[in-house]
């Protein structure tokens, strides 16, 4: 049962966003244009698999399953979500992906922990300042997100289809648009 | 020296935010939302709450940054400000507010470590579901910029005094309408 007296009808961070609008336009504003507005290089999809990661590290039942669902629709691969939440160095992306997967990783623990070696490393493969900067905020971001919805103790759904559905739609419409109610 | 280029002499934040505006928007509005629109938690409660966080993730910038801030609105002297940092529970502050400062420290620790005995406490000392709410999304916050100050391995001002000095006008020109590149 979560913390506060949150709506029923809406699990995991939407229950917070409908619970306080004003806090959600700032938040949704920050995943929005981090995840799903346009990018010099980095795909929707690549974005959202390092939100997947971060969040699994953090144990975040709720945003590791949704942004994994958010991440499938973009990329339609179901297996890609799968082996970077297992493993990102042993899951079929990019080597600069990988290097970038390594920093967030990093941030996960602390900031201090990403070493000049690491972004040197992450340079070699190709990644721009960009590139980096998206990352490590990313990664911060979702220090943030897993903490507050976990913090909260909001409710996860156990049903796949639901995340699905829910990832289906954040995939098509971004961030901006209202949430659907689920029953719990 | 910072892992990225950012805009030259701008410390802790500021670089990345200048470096990528598009994302320091709404960073900002998050900060002004949390820390100073209207709250039945004052502002200098709430700076506590962010300087308390940013020193338990060992953030240079961020705790003195905002420290100085809440130093200003609580109209204390630095010494207060550190004895918070490093033994809350004997200081003089509320109970309720203490309260708040441990469900910060679970979040800082990670999320699941809030427990229902703690919420229970703050709920019977006083605390709101809003205040509630507020304190682990400030908490869960500082638990972002803190990482993005450090992973991006900005620079900060050593010299502590610097950020007391600064907390008046930190504190009087928000998170929203201020210039960056004024130090």
Same mark, same amino acid.
């Given at each position: ?14 229950? /917070? ?39 699994? /590290? ?16 973009? /990329? ?83 049903? /796949? ?24 | ?39 039945? =938690? ?13 020193? =338990? ?16 609105? =609580? ?109």
């Amino acid at each position: 049962m979560p913390h506060i007296n949150l709506p029923k009808e809406y699990p995991g961070i939407r229950s /917070l966003f409908i619970y306080r609008p004003e806090t959600a336009a700032p938040l949704n504003g920050l995943v929005q244009q981090l995840l799903y507005s346009p990018h010099p290089t980095l795909s929707q999809g690549e974005r959202e698999l390092i939100a997947t990661y971060v969040s699994s /590290l953090n144990h975040c039942k709720y945003c590791s399953t949704i942004h994994g669902a958010i991440a499938k629709h973009h /990329l339609h691969n179901g297996n890609v979500v799968e082996k970077v939440k297992a493993n990102p160095d042993d899951a079929p992306i990019s080597k600069k992906l990988k290097s970038l997967m390594k920093i967030a990783g990093k941030v996960q623990i602390s900031g201090k922990e990403v070493l000049p070696s690491d972004i040197e490393a992450a340079r070699n493969e190709g990644a721009t300042d960009i590139e980096i900067h998206d990352t490590v905020l990313i990664a911060a971001t979702f220090c943030m997100f897993n903490r507050y919805v976990d913090g909260l103790a909001t409710w996860a759904p156990d049903d /796949l289809e639901v995340y699905d559905r829910m990832g289906k739609q954040r995939a098509e419409e971004g961030y901006l648009t209202p949430p659907f109610k689920i029953k719990s | 020296m910072a892992h990225i280029k950012l805009p030259e002499g701008l410390p802790g934040i500021r670089g990345p935010m200048a470096f990528r505006p598009e994302t320091a928007k709404p960073l900002n509005e998050l900060a002004e939302v949390l820390l100073r629109s209207e709250n039945s =938690l004052s502002r200098g409660e709430r700076e506590l709450i962010a300087t308390f966080v940013s020193s =338990l993730n060992n953030c240079f910038f961020c705790q003195n940054a905002h420290g100085g801030i809440a130093q200003h609105y =609580l109209q204390c002297d630095l010494q207060y400000i550190d004895s918070i940092k490093n033994d809350y529970r004997s200081s003089d502050l509320s109970d309720k507010l203490k309260t708040l400062l441990s469900i910060a420290a679970s979040v800082q620790n990670g999320g699941k470590q809030v427990t229902t005995e703690q919420i229970e406490k703050a709920k019977s000392l006083g605390a709101t579901d809003i205040e509630i709410h507020d304190t682990v999304l400030i908490a869960a916050a500082f638990c972002m910029f803190n990482r993005y100050v450090d992973g991006l391995g900005t620079w900060a001002p050593q010299d502590r005094n610097i950020y007391v000095e600064r907390g008046p006008r930190r504190a009087a020109e928000g998170y929203i309408n201020f210039d960056l590149y004024k130090q």
